[in-house]
């Protein structure tokens, strides 16, 4: 096999954009075909200027097949199997030089060794199951000073982890280069959550298994002067510590500092997945249920059998505002369920009613709960009734709205 000079698996490769659930999709990053071991260092020799670099890459083959064996099994690299060179070459489909200088006989050079996983796969055994995880979703928060942010598009923490090829480890962190839902969404303050059903909609949303949470507390003592940091390694929903490290770095030099904060969170998510406790929680990947009526009469009068709800707009500034919308909605009479859609905090979330009762009975409902249901070209939107808004006339000779007789099969109780 020819070995290329050029880059074959990009240090960023895009690892496909996750489906939807909202306005924008996220661009994520991640992925890649390779198991790549960067940073080894050759000098070699020969007769040609091109003999000494096609030396120098044989070496480096050499070189990183038990650094590769020794990330994925946690043993000393002097315990790697000895490969020949031709088995070497077998799964080697590319060599990306970071830095080389070319003398008239001689090759120095820092190069990347990029094995196929299919190919290395064999000489792994029972290895090549770590050689990838299930995605999950990173969350690089940063505490600066007075500062906390994650995926803000100007955190140094969050560029320190982009700059991390997806090849050098077996854990898929599925990165985002974030838009504005994404820096809204996946905030500082949403890391520290607790509640596992918004955690869910974060999941659905980038397609994801789980969630890692790799904090970093940064420390300057002065402005160009000595800096240290906390590093915190967090995974799932509920921010299980898999491993604190202390960082230092005595020149200033911060950029190095959270490029080494990466490799030793790194280093402890591996050593987790090896384990075995970098498993996914199912709670996250339950399916949401879907909303079925049993011969439920439409919206407006006239039968829709199966009619899956009625989806509203409203305004979620936090969290405590949907959880209070969502508990009146609850408490409405002809309101069966209320399922989350989508979330956007700080903008307008969207809700599915399931309802059995006429709309107009069903925005008298509301109306007596201080919400007024109403019809935009945007779609309808619900939202407080405000001051100055005429309370609605009841539709009927005053009895409380209730749901048409009759077996209503498969409607759950709410998330």
Same mark, same amino acid.
């Not at 090896?274 to 439920?296: F, I, T």
């Given at each position: 096999? +020819?070995?290329?000079?050029?880059?074959?698996?990009?240090?960023?490769?895009?690892?496909?954009?996750?489906?939807?659930?909202?306005?924008?999709?996220?661009?994520? *990053?991640?992925?890649?075909?390779?198991?790549?071991?960067?940073?080894?260092?050759?000098?070699?020799?020969?007769?040609?200027?091109?003999?000494?670099?096609?030396?120098?890459?044989?070496?480096?083959?050499?070189?990183?097949?038990?650094?590769?064996?020794?990330?994925?099994?946690?043993?000393?690299?002097?315990?790697?199997?000895?490969?020949?060179?031709?088995?070497?070459?077998?799964m080697v489909s590319a060599i990306e030089v970071e830095s080389e200088k070319l003398g008239a006989n001689r090759y120095v050079a820092t190069l990347a060794v990029v094995f196929d996983r299919a190919r290395a796969a064999t000489f792994l055994g029972n290895l090549a199951g770590?050689?990838?995880?299930?995605?999950?979703?990173?969350?690089?928060?940063?505490?600066?000073?007075?500062?906390?942010?994650?995926?803000?598009?100007?955190?140094?923490?969050?560029?320190?982890?982009?700059?991390?090829? +997806?090849?050098?480890?077996? *854990?898929?962190?599925?990165?985002?280069?974030?838009?504005?839902?994404?820096?809204?969404?996946?905030?500082?303050?949403?890391?520290?959550?607790?509640?596992?059903?918004?955690?869910?909609? *974060?999941?659905?949303?980038?397609?994801?298994?789980?969630?890692?949470?790799?904090?970093?507390?940064?420390?300057?003592?002065?402005?160009?002067?000595?800096?240290?940091?906390?590093?915190?390694?967090?995974?799932?929903?509920?921010?299980?510590?898999?491993?604190?490290?202390?960082?230092?770095?005595? *020149?200033?030099?911060?950029?190095?500092?959270?490029?080494? +904060?990466?490799?030793?969170?790194?280093?402890?998510?591996?050593?987790?997945?090896?384990?075995?406790?970098?498993?996914?929680?199912?709670?996250?990947?339950?399916?949401?249920?879907?909303?079925?009526?049993?011969?439920?009469?439409?919206?407006?009068?006239?039968?829709?059998?199966?009619?899956?709800?009625?989806?509203?707009?409203?305004?979620?500034?936090?969290?405590?505002?949907?959880?209070?919308?969502?508990?009146?909605?609850?408490?409405?009479?002809?309101?069966?369920?209320?399922?989350?859609?989508?979330?956007?905090?700080?903008?307008?979330?969207?809700?599915?009613?399931?309802?059995?009762?006429?709309?107009?009975?069903?925005?008298?409902?509301?109306?007596?709960?201080?919400?007024?249901?109403?019809?935009?070209?945007?779609?309808?939107?619900?939202?407080?009734?405000?001051?100055?808004?005429?309370?609605?006339?009841?539709?009927?000779?005053? +009895?409380?709205?209730?749901?048409?007789?009759?077996?209503?099969?498969?409607?759950?109780?709410?998330d």
């Open positions: 096999m +020819a070995l290329s000079l050029g880059p074959a698996a990009p240090a960023d490769a895009q690892r496909g954009s996750a489906r939807d659930a909202g306005p924008e999709a996220p661009e994520a *990053v991640g992925g890649g075909s390779g198991l790549v071991v960067g940073g080894v260092k050759v000098d070699t020799t020969g007769k040609t200027p091109n003999e000494a670099r096609l030396n120098g890459w044989r070496e480096a083959q050499r070189l990183a097949w038990p650094a590769l064996w020794a990330r994925l099994s946690g043993q000393p690299q002097a315990q790697a199997p000895r490969l020949p060179d031709s088995a070497l070459t077998s770590l050689a990838t995880s299930p995605p999950f979703l990173l969350i690089p928060v940063l505490q600066d000073a007075g500062t906390r942010m994650a995926y803000e598009p100007d955190s140094p923490w969050l560029q320190a982890w982009l700059r991390l090829r +997806a090849g050098e480890t077996p *854990v898929d962190y599925v990165r985002i280069r974030p838009g504005p839902a994404d820096t809204l969404l996946l905030s500082a303050w949403q890391a520290e959550r607790r509640n596992l059903r918004q955690w869910r909609v *974060v999941v659905e949303r980038y397609q994801v298994a789980d969630i890692v949470i790799p904090e970093l507390i940064l420390e300057r003592s002065w402005h160009g002067g000595p800096v240290s940091a906390t590093l915190i390694v967090r995974f799932g929903p509920e921010g299980r510590v898999l491993g604190r490290v202390r960082l230092a770095n005595r *020149v200033g030099d911060v950029a190095g500092l959270m490029d080494e +904060a990466v490799r030793q969170a790194d280093r402890l998510y591996v050593a987790a997945l090896r384990a075995g406790n970098l498993l996914p929680d199912p709670a996250l990947l339950e399916p949401v249920a879907e909303v079925q009526v049993a011969e439920a009469p439409a919206i407006g009068g006239g039968a829709l059998p199966g009619a899956p709800g009625m989806r509203v707009r409203v305004a979620t500034p936090d969290d405590a505002t949907l959880r209070a919308i969502e508990t009146q909605l609850r408490a409405t009479p002809g309101i069966a369920s209320v399922r989350l859609v989508s979330l956007a905090l700080g903008g307008e979330s969207v809700l599915e009613l399931a309802t059995m009762v006429p709309l107009d009975e069903l925005r008298y409902a509301l109306d007596q709960r201080g919400l007024r249901l109403v019809d935009e070209p945007a779609g309808r939107l619900l939202r407080r009734r405000q001051e100055g808004d005429a309370p609605l006339p009841p539709p009927f000779d005053g +009895a409380v709205p209730q749901p048409a007789p009759g077996p209503v099969d498969g409607l759950p109780a709410g």
